[in-house]
């Protein structure tokens, strides 16, 4: 890891020493030969250099502190504070209010600031941090009496992926001794609403609507869902307060390494590849800093791609468990950031792609993920009215900035840190998928079709 002492500093000692040790131009010229040849970065006019980012301890928020422990800021002439946040509000008031000039941020919380969901404001992320990353867990009552409904393999252990159809008849246990079934997830907008929703209704359970009065979502819940910092949702559920929920890492890792509960799925299954958070700055930051936007975001994208290089894992676990970052410990972080996912105590599998940083174009903000979210927010409630066709890609246009994310990605190239190949020759949007655990078909060009595949409110046709 770094010193604390930057590259920079180090470098102009260099050139210093070897001017002193006699022989004038010719030390100099070694100097400035040592110099060019440590540093290919492209100077860019920094209007911002000392900045301010914010992060929750998930292993997603990995892009930063790569990007600071490798140097990769400093190489761009950024001086870079990351300050943990307590809670995903905190995050999206304190960017807002211009307390952090940027951060770490569920992919549906800009997208809801500028949909009409919740606090209002100008949000803008030209990066996208990563894929998949979260997984469902149960406690360890709830996860003995799905055991029984999952299809067991040769080898005895569960087939994956299991789907909420095994929970269906705990629901209905719980319903009938008057018990109501509550599970956690971590943000009304978050990915981890939208694909813990995703997966019950898929199996014909009502997660509960959104209306203006109802804000909590629980309108005709089957499953009352309700928001828990990830941080604490192993300790949420060891107090019986839920009996399960859905996070990113390395919080499902912790309860089967505390003993306490058995993750059942993850959303790599239930949306193979999908988004999870991106980096987010203000409208208002990006138009005064052009420049810092684009050179924070050519750190990150090199961040990205050094966490799926090859052997480069064990060192980014050792980093994240610093207090500072994570903070978990090292064993827990490894079962999913090197390629397994442990599921039952001893059920470790291979998951090469639990989470990805770079592969498959992970760092591009595409149009197309983010209208899905709008997709959601309207299949649930949250945006209570419809809307016309071409509503979605102009709300996602304004919010979604892969023009930054290219500007940087061809500096890069330039510079030799990634290859052309790796620059998506993409108008925004993905190719119609049905990666999905229901085989339902999305088309981010057609989003009123993928809405009504669904219906709206109760007559949702995955709760009928």
């Not at 500093?9 to 400035?32: H, I, R, W």
């Not at 005895?156 to 159809?165: L, W």
């Not at 064990?314 to 079962?335: D, F, T, W």
């Amino acid at each position: 890891m770094k010193s604390l002492i930057t590259k920079t500093s180090l470098l102009f000692s260099l050139a210093l020493l070897l001017f002193a040790c006699g022989g004038g131009d010719k030390k100099k010229t070694t100097a400035e030969a040592v110099v060019a040849e440590t540093s290919k970065t492209k100077a860019l006019e920094i209007e911002k250099p000392q900045l301010t980012f914010g992060f929750i301890k998930l292993t997603d928020m990995a892009p930063l502190a790569i990007a600071k422990e490798k140097g990769f800021f400093e190489d761009e002439g950024l001086f870079v504070s990351v300050e943990a946040q307590s809670n995903w509000k905190n995050v999206l008031d304190r960017v807002i209010d211009g307390q952090l000039d940027g951060s770490h941020m569920l992919a549906g919380q800009p997208i809801a600031a500028g949909a009409g969901f919740g606090r209002q404001a100008e949000l803008v992320t030209p990066f996208s941090m990563d894929l998949n990353g979260n997984g469902i867990t149960v406690s360890n009552d709830v996860w003995s009496k799905m055991k029984p409904n999952v299809p067991k393999g040769a080898d005895g252990k569960p087939i994956h992926p299991i789907k909420a159809d095994a929970l269906k008849p705990v629901i209905t246990e719980y319903k009938n001794s008057g018990k109501a079934f509550k599970m956690g997830m971590v943000f009304p907008v978050s990915t981890h609403n939208y694909e813990i929703r995703y997966w019950l209704a898929a199996a014909g359970i009502h997660p509960g609507m959104y209306t203006a009065e109802n804000v909590q979502g629980q309108i005709d819940a089957e499953v009352l869902l309700s928001v828990t910092p990830p941080p604490q949702m192993p300790a949420t559920l060891e107090a019986g307060t839920i009996y399960g929920y859905c996070v990113g890492e390395p919080w499902n890792q912790q309860a089967v390494f505390k003993g306490i509960g058995v993750p059942v799925t993850t959303n790599y299954d239930i949306w193979k590849n999908n988004p999870e958070k991106v980096f987010v700055m203000t409208k208002k930051f990006v138009e005064e800093n052009p420049n810092t936007a684009i050179a924070v975001t050519k750190a990150l994208i090199r961040a990205g791609k050094w966490l799926d290089e090859p052997g480069n894992r064990p060192e980014a676990v050792k980093i994240l468990s610093m207090s500072q970052y994570v903070g978990a410990p090292e064993e827990v972080l490894a079962n999913s950031m090197t390629g397994t996912f442990e599921f039952e105590k001893g059920d470790k599998r291979d998951m090469p792609d639990f989470n990805v940083f770079y592969k498959y174009h992970a760092t591009y903000p595409f149009y197309s993920d983010g209208i899905w979210f709008l997709t959601q927010m309207r299949r649930w409630g949250q945006i209570p009215e419809a809307k016309a066709a071409d509503w979605y890609p102009n709300t996602i246009k304004d919010i979604y900035r892969p023009d930054i994310w290219t500007k940087a990605a061809k500096l890069l190239v330039e510079e030799g840190h990634i290859p052309a190949g790796d620059i998506p020759t993409t108008d925004g949007y993905k190719p119609a998928t049905a990666d999905f655990i229901d085989g339902t078909s999305y088309d981010a060009k057609d989003p009123i079709a993928y809405i009504n595949s669904f219906k709206i409110g109760n007559k949702d046709k995955a709760v009928q």
